[in-house]
């Protein structure tokens, strides 16, 4: 019953470089799209959220695109760095009573020097 | 500083056993969840509390129960463990409304089931 597809799985990129992962969903009962950031041996932690009626959204590094009619949304990380080797799990908040997160499976970041 | 914290960060029971998990939190939050993680399936929703006493099945609710009978606490419990519930098991909190989306989560409990 997976309801957010997320892609790559695994992905390195070089010191510097841009990183880019991507989420697609298709239930439209969403209302907002975390990022989760873990490091290992830690639990999850927020990065960063966009509501849908916005395109864009940018915290230093980190940016969030997305398309509501497409129904994706992207994380790009700009200059990525050795320690932003980690998990990142894209996420969509239902509506409704306790707002539960539906989570993507997860894309392992490993940044190379 | 908000904190969560689960009780063991390892586990290891035998097939059969009832097995205990227990969540805290200290940030007065409404919301709380038990989630486990595996390789390749992300996280994946056991069961959440929106209020003291009230609980909803998430997606995998199959083979546990919870318990919320103080605001802070939450327990899993795995009736019967079996070797297939072994996993990271993680607690999140958060508040209730527009910044639900937030969720605090605890360093998880590694399971193993013999």
């Known amino acids: 019953q997976q309801q957010v597809k997320q892609s790559p799985q695994s992905l390195i990129v070089q010191k510097g470089g841009i990183s880019i992962i991507n989420c697609a969903y298709e239930n439209t009962a969403f209302d907002y799209f975390p990022w989760y950031q873990q490091f290992p041996g830690k639990g999850p932690a927020l990065l960063i959220a966009?509501?849908?009626?916005?395109s864009e959204k940018k915290e230093g590094r980190f940016t969030i695109s997305f398309n509501k009619s497409a129904k994706q949304f992207s994380l790009h990380i700009m200059d990525s760095q050795p320690g932003d080797s980690a998990t990142y799990f894209c996420a969509a908040r239902s509506t409704g009573t306790a707002s539960k997160l539906t989570f993507g499976t997860g894309t392992r970041l490993q940044v190379t020097l | 500083d908000v904190k969560v914290t689960q009780s063991s960060r390892y586990l290891v029971k035998r097939t059969g056993e009832k097995v205990f998990l227990e969540c805290v939190q200290d940030m007065d939050h409404e919301n709380m969840f038990w989630y486990r993680q595996d390789p390749g399936l992300g996280l994946r929703l056991i069961y959440f509390?929106?209020?003291?006493?009230?609980?909803e099945k998430g997606d995998i609710p199959e083979g546990y129960s919870v318990s919320r009978e103080k605001k802070e606490r939450f327990s899993l419990i795995l009736e019967s463990a079996s070797t297939n519930q072994t996993s990271m098991y993680l607690c999140?909190?958060?508040?209730?409304?527009?910044?639900?989306?937030?969720?605090?989560f605890g360093p998880g409990t590694r399971l193993t089931v013999t």
């Open positions: 966009i509501r849908p009626d916005v």
């Open positions: 999140a909190s958060s508040l209730a409304g527009a910044f639900s989306y937030e969720q605090y």
């Open positions: 509390s929106y209020d003291v006493k009230m609980k």
